[in-house]
C-alpha cells in the first residue's frame, strides 16, 4: 500500500514538474510575440508657482497639462507606455534633494524622471509668447547638436505644419531638460497664447487632440525610420 502511495506521489511531482516547465516555456514564448510596448515620456512644462508664460486670462501650465493628458490618451490608445512627469498642477521639485533653487530642482526632477524611465522619446510640452500678436503655429526645438532630437523635431514640425497649415522650421536650441537626458527629446511649444487665433483653439479639446496625434504620428515614424521592421 506504502509502494503504490509513494509511486502515485512521484508521478503526481513529475507531472507537476512537467506542467511547469511547460507553462515557463509558454510564458517566454509568448512574452516574445507580444509587442513591445513602447515608453514615452511627457513633460508639461511648468506647473505649481511656475505659470509659465500667459494671455488673455490663459496660463501656460494649464494648457501644457490638459495637453499631456491628451496626448497620453492618445499615446496609450496606441499601444505606448506613458510616463509623465507631472500629472496636476505642482512641480516636479519632490524628486531631488532640496539643493539650489526651486526652478533648477524642478528642471533636475524632469530629467531625473526621463533618465529613469529611460524612454523612446521625451516629449516636452510647451506654449509660446511673442510680443507681436500676429506670431502664430507650433515650433518644435531640438537640443543643438543632437541628431536624433533633430530627426524627431523634423518629423513632428512636419506634422505639425500640415494640421496647422504652416510651414515653420524645426529650431535648435539649448534647454536644460534636452541637454541633460539621453533620450531623443524634443521641446513642443503647441502655439502662441499671444495670438487670439491660436488662443482660442488652445481651449479646445478637439484641437488639442489634433495636435496629439499629429505628434504622435511624427514620433511613430522616427520610430520605423530608427528601427526599420
Ligand atoms: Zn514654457
Not at 528642471?107 to 516629449?123: M, S, W, Y
Not at 496647422?164 to 524645426?170: D, I, P
Request: charge should be positive; proline fraction near 3%.
Amino acid at each position: 500500500m506504502a509502494l503504490v502511495v509513494l509511486v502515485i506521489q512521484r508521478r503526481s511531482i513529475v507531472t507537476i514538474c512537467l506542467l511547469l516547465i511547460w507553462l515557463a516555456v509558454f510564458g517566454v514564448v509568448w512574452a516574445q510575440l507580444l509587442p513591445t510596448r513602447k515608453l514615452v515620456v511627457i513633460d508639461p512644462g511648468h506647473g505649481g508657482i511656475d505659470g509659465g508664460t500667459s494671455g488673455g486670462g490663459l496660463v501656460e501650465k494649464d494648457i501644457n497639462l490638459r495637453m499631456g493628458h491628451i496626448l497620453r490618451g492618445v499615446l496609450e490608445n496606441n499601444n505606448y507606455k506613458v510616463v509623465m512627469t507631472r500629472t496636476d498642477d505642482s512641480d516636479v521639485t519632490h524628486f531631488v534633494p532640496k539643493v539650489g533653487s526651486r526652478y533648477q530642482r524642478d528642471l533636475k526632477g524632469r530629467v531625473k524622471l526621463t533618465e529613469k524611465a529611460q524612454p523612446c522619446g521625451l516629449i516636452s510640452l510647451h506654449v509660446n509668447w511673442h510680443k507681436e500678436a500676429w506670431r502664430r503655429g507650433a515650433i518644435v526645438y531640438y537640443q543643438a547638436g543632437e541628431k536624433s532630437g533633430l530627426m524627431l523635431a523634423e518629423l513632428i514640425q512636419k506634422e505639425l505644419n500640415t494640421i496647422q497649415e504652416t510651414q515653420r522650421q524645426a529650431r535648435a536650441a539649448d534647454f536644460y531638460v534636452l541637454r541633460n537626458t539621453d533620450v531623443p527629446g524634443v521641446l513642443v511649444e503647441i502655439g502662441f497664447i499671444s495670438n487670439p487665433d491660436d488662443r482660442r483653439a488652445m481651449q479646445d479639446h478637439n484641437w488639442l487632440a489634433r495636435q496629439a496625434e499629429a505628434i504622435m504620428n511624427g514620433l511613430e515614424i522616427f520610430l520605423q525610420q530608427r528601427t526599420p521592421m
